[in-house]
């Protein structure tokens, strides 16, 4: 069966320092990977998403990046967090071609 | 316009009521439509897909009308432990779905 790892669970950072986020999927191959941010009471924002090694595309314009150096694995970066960047950032995945998404357990990130 | 709408609600409904939450979508290409609970500091979960001919699972009950560009879910025999957060959702291309701001439901005892 398939999972999905994110970590950290939780991360609280200053504004100005940089950020990496890890997510990485097991027990599928060549996933559609989706990396999302949900400000407190507020809906799900698709920041990024990806269908193969190193193809990113971007929803959002903003200080925030992504990369996907491995097939299961899918990395979200900033340089410099801004208060804005606090939320709940969650990663998914899906098989190519279907719209079905599994979400990872997320991190609570706040910037201070 | 967003591209899903829901009620935010909160609806605040009875144990063992029947609760019914509507979703607009506003592309009229989308194929793939989606309901998903979500728990309070919890990831979103897929609850059911969402078919043309409608299905059933349980005491749920999702249904599509293209026409007006809706989706429904039903839930019947409402249990304390429903209470979430209901997101509706509909693919917007191939790889990509957009999720609705969510319907909050509490069963109350």
């Known amino acids: 069966s398939q999972t999905i790892h994110q970590w950290p669970a939780t991360l609280v950072q200053p504004v100005g320092s940089p950020l990496s986020l890890e997510c990485t999927v097991e027990?599928?191959?060549?996933?559609?990977l989706y990396w999302y941010r949900q400000a407190a009471g507020r809906g799900l924002q698709l920041l990024f998403y990806?269908?193969?090694?190193?193809?990113i595309s971007s929803e959002v314009p903003q200080n925030l990046s992504a990369s996907r150096p491995q097939d299961r694995q899918f990395i979200l970066s900033s340089k410099k967090l801004l208060l804005s960047d606090s939320g709940f950032y969650l990663c998914?995945?899906?098989?190519?071609?279907?719209?079905?998404?599994?979400f990872g357990p997320g991190t609570r990130l706040t910037v201070t | 316009r967003k591209e899903v709408e829901q009620d935010p609600g909160p609806f605040n409904v009875p144990e063992g009521a029947t609760v019914a939450f509507n979703c607009t979508y506003s592309?009229?290409?989308?194929?793939?439509f989606f309901w998903y609970r979500q728990d309070c500091r919890k990831e979103p979960k897929l609850l059911m897909s969402?078919?043309?001919s409608g299905n059933e699972d349980g005491r749920f009950t999702a249904q599509l009308n293209r026409a007006s560009q809706y989706i429904s879910l039903l839930i019947r025999d409402s249990k304390l432990s429903d209470s979430a957060t209901y997101l509706c959702?509909?693919?917007?291309?191939?790889?990509?779905?957009?999720f609705g701001s969510g319907t909050r439901l509490s069963i109350r005892p």
């Open positions: 969402v078919y043309s």
């Open positions: 998914a995945w899906a098989q190519s071609g279907s719209g079905e998404q599994y």
């Open positions: 027990g599928t191959s060549n996933p559609n």
């Open positions: 959702v509909a693919d917007s291309s191939a790889s990509k779905i957009i």
């Open positions: 592309n009229s290409a989308s194929q793939s």
């Open positions: 990806s269908v193969g090694i190193g193809q």
